[in-house]
């Protein structure tokens, strides 16, 4: 009976080793190997125990503390940051990659980030070096300052092959050196699947020192320093702004709807409109965008981050996240176009949406224009532009248009049906009053608590 109890341990004692030293049970967490990585990494048919050959204990030791440590990194991370990880669809994360992207557990010093250990880039894409980007920006010199916003900095530099480019550096404060190399992960990973004309162009970008884009430059900055600047020599033309208008519109169209990946923006506004030489815009800041995955029909965020007056209803009351919030900012966008004020006034912080909603309920063409433009507007242009924006800034998300629709009215398909759909979305939201979370008279009054609470 001794023998029997002893030959009992020393089998179940065998199994517990055999399954102990399985780095990673069926496979759950296998990486997909290459072919130029099968030296280095193994397929799922090898993880099972394989009585004709076995592995060195320091092998096994390696791949489950590799396994440990990858566990923990993820546990570490939200889902947000966790989804910036495969960042280019063409690019396959072989074990021997992951290695250099997973985070090392020991800290590093201030401002120096290791971004192989993250990223595979575009072969288009430039690594820059920080003295590069002092060379190119005198120091960072506060004179080649061309933007700055809670989140970055923005410096006109020339590279030495001459070409003139937009470096944007990173100035969010963080608790963690890991959560602004998430941030900034984040916006690289979106910029890598963005491909239009009219999205802002990476150049490349630095990890050396800081955090930091290199972009093409837009020669004629931003379309708020060209609406709200003070001179009248680079006020733009209505031609342009109707060809500023197409042109977000299309970028949006792609962003939602022919990205390789679902993209809300969640930060549309004249400031982040770009124009190119030729007045071509350019949609840019992709810090705050959400990817949106094909089976989810809105996110819901915490905290809420923005613009004031381009923030939907839906958005700033309860977190909800779709294409209808970028919907809602470019409607926003548009009033800016027609008019020529910020989307809230300086002097009396008034929103442009609650000024404008009256005139455009009675087409009131010459009260809403800017009047810098004096007479020399496409009125059917500029009232089917109107009516547009109308439909976009809907205090109900349903009612509002998608963006493929709103790219065919800009461009004159569907006028004779757009004042009829207008109607009928009225009558809906009017049945449906009692159905939706905020009535028109609600959305301005929370509108304005919102308001005072962000003023005071």
Same mark, same amino acid.
């Given at each position: 009976?001794?023998?029997?109890?002893?030959?009992?341990?020393?089998?179940?004692?065998?199994?517990?080793?055999?399954?102990?030293?399985?780095?990673?049970?069926?496979?759950? !967490? =296998?990486?997909?190997?290459?072919?130029?990585?099968?030296?280095?990494?193994?397929?799922?048919?090898?993880?099972?125990?394989?009585?004709?050959?076995?592995?060195?204990?320091?092998?096994t @030791?390696?791949?489950?503390?590799?396994?440990?440590?990858?566990?923990?990194?993820?546990?570490?991370?939200?889902?947000?940051?966790f989804?910036?990880?495969?960042?280019?669809?063409?690019?396959?994360?072989?074990?021997?990659?992951?290695? /250099?992207?997973?985070?090392?557990?020991?800290?590093?010093?201030?401002?120096? #980030?290791?971004?192989?250990?993250?990223?595979?880039?575009?072969?288009?894409?430039?690594? #820059?070096?920080?003295?590069?980007?002092?060379?190119?920006?005198?120091?960072?010199? @506060?004179?080649?300052?061309?933007?700055?916003?809670?989140?970055?900095?923005?410096?006109?530099?020339?590279?030495?092959d001459?070409?003139?480019?937009?470096?944007? /550096?990173?100035?969010r404060?963080?608790?963690?050196?890991?959560?602004?190399?998430?941030?900034?992960?984040?916006? !690289?990973?979106?910029?890598?699947?963005?491909?239009?004309?009219?999205?802002?162009?990476?150049? &490349?970008?630095?990890?050396?020192?800081?955090?930091?884009?290199v972009?093409?430059? @837009?020669?004629?900055?931003?379309l708020?320093?060209?609406?709200?600047?003070?001179? =009248?020599?680079?006020?733009?033309?209505?031609?342009?702004?109707?060809?500023?208008?197409?042109?977000?519109?299309?970028?949006?169209?792609?962003?939602?709807?022919?990205?390789?990946?679902?993209?809300?923006?969640?930060?549309?506004?004249?400031?982040n409109?770009?124009?190119?030489?030729?007045? =071509? @815009?350019?949609?840019?800041?992709?810090?705050?965008?959400?990817?949106?995955?094909?089976?989810?029909?809105?996110?819901?965020? #915490?905290?809420?981050?923005?613009?004031f007056?381009?923030?939907?209803?839906?958005?700033?009351?309860?977190?909800?996240?779709?294409e209808?919030?970028?919907?809602?900012?470019?409607g926003? !966008?548009?009033?800016?176009?027609?008019?020529?004020?910020?989307?809230?006034?300086?002097?009396?912080?008034?929103?442009?949406?609650?000024?404008?909603?009256?005139?455009?309920?009675?087409?009131?063409?010459?009260?809403?224009?800017?009047?810098?433009? &004096?007479?020399?507007?496409?009125?059917?242009?500029?009232?089917?532009?109107?009516?547009?924006?109308?439909?976009?800034?809907?205090?109900?998300?349903?009612?509002?248009?998608?963006?493929?629709?709103?790219?065919?009215?800009?461009?004159?398909?569907?006028?004779?049906?757009?004042?009829?759909?207008?109607?009928?979305?009225?009558?809906?939201?009017?049945?449906?009053?009692?159905?939706?979370?905020?009535?028109?008279?609600?959305?301005?009054?929370?509108?304005?608590?919102? /308001?005072?609470?962000?003023?005071?």
């Amino acid at each position: 009976m001794a023998v029997e109890e002893m030959e009992k341990k020393k089998t179940k004692g065998s199994n517990e080793k055999t399954e102990s030293e399985d780095p990673s049970p069926r496979c759950v !967490l =296998e990486i997909p190997a290459t072919s130029s990585d099968s030296d280095n990494s193994s397929s799922c048919s090898s993880c099972s125990p394989d009585k004709s050959s076995s592995s060195p204990l320091s092998t096994t @030791a390696t791949n489950g503390r590799q396994w440990n440590k990858m566990i923990e990194s993820i546990k570490k991370k939200s889902i947000r940051r966790f989804s910036v990880i495969p960042l280019l669809a063409s690019y396959e994360l072989t074990r021997k990659n992951m290695r /250099r992207k997973q985070p090392k557990l020991s800290p590093l010093p201030d401002n120096v #980030f290791d971004c192989d250990q993250f990223l595979v880039a575009k072969p288009s894409w430039r690594n #820059f070096t920080y003295d590069e980007l002092v060379a190119a920006t005198d120091g960072f010199n @506060a004179e080649k300052m061309i933007g700055k916003g809670g989140h970055a900095e923005v410096y006109k530099g020339v590279l030495p092959d001459g070409e003139i480019v937009a470096i944007k /550096r990173l100035t969010r404060h963080a608790n963690e050196a890991e959560e602004r190399v998430s941030d900034f992960l984040s916006e !690289l990973g979106m910029i890598a699947h963005v491909n239009h004309p009219n999205a802002a162009k990476l150049r &490349g970008f630095s990890c050396d020192r800081g955090l930091h884009f290199v972009l093409e430059y @837009a020669p004629h900055g931003s379309l708020a320093s060209l609406l709200f600047g003070s001179s =009248e020599e680079e006020c733009l033309d209505w031609k342009k702004r109707y060809r500023v208008a197409l042109g977000v519109a299309d970028g949006l169209s792609y962003l939602h709807n022919d990205c390789p990946r679902r993209i809300i923006h969640r930060d549309i506004k004249a400031s982040n409109i770009l124009l190119s030489q030729d007045y =071509e @815009a350019q949609i840019s800041d992709f810090g705050l965008a959400k990817w949106l995955p094909e089976n989810w029909p809105h996110h819901i965020v #915490f905290p809420i981050e923005g613009t004031f007056g381009y923030l939907a209803p839906e958005y700033f009351m309860h977190g909800i996240v779709d294409e209808k919030t970028d919907v809602f900012a470019f409607g926003v !966008l548009l009033l800016e176009i027609i008019t020529g004020r910020r989307a809230v006034d300086t002097a009396s912080r008034q929103s442009i949406v609650m000024w404008a909603k009256p005139l455009l309920e009675k087409s009131s063409v010459e009260e809403i224009v800017d009047p810098k433009l &004096g007479n020399e507007f496409d009125e059917t242009e500029m009232k089917r532009v109107m009516q547009t924006a109308s439909m976009c800034i809907h205090h109900v998300a349903a009612m509002r248009p998608d963006m493929n629709r709103l790219v065919q009215l800009l461009r004159g398909g569907g006028d004779d049906r757009l004042a009829e759909t207008q109607q009928i979305s009225r009558r809906k939201s009017l049945d449906g009053c009692d159905l939706q979370d905020h009535t028109s008279s609600s959305y301005l009054n929370d509108l304005t608590r919102h /308001r005072q609470l962000l003023m005071e």
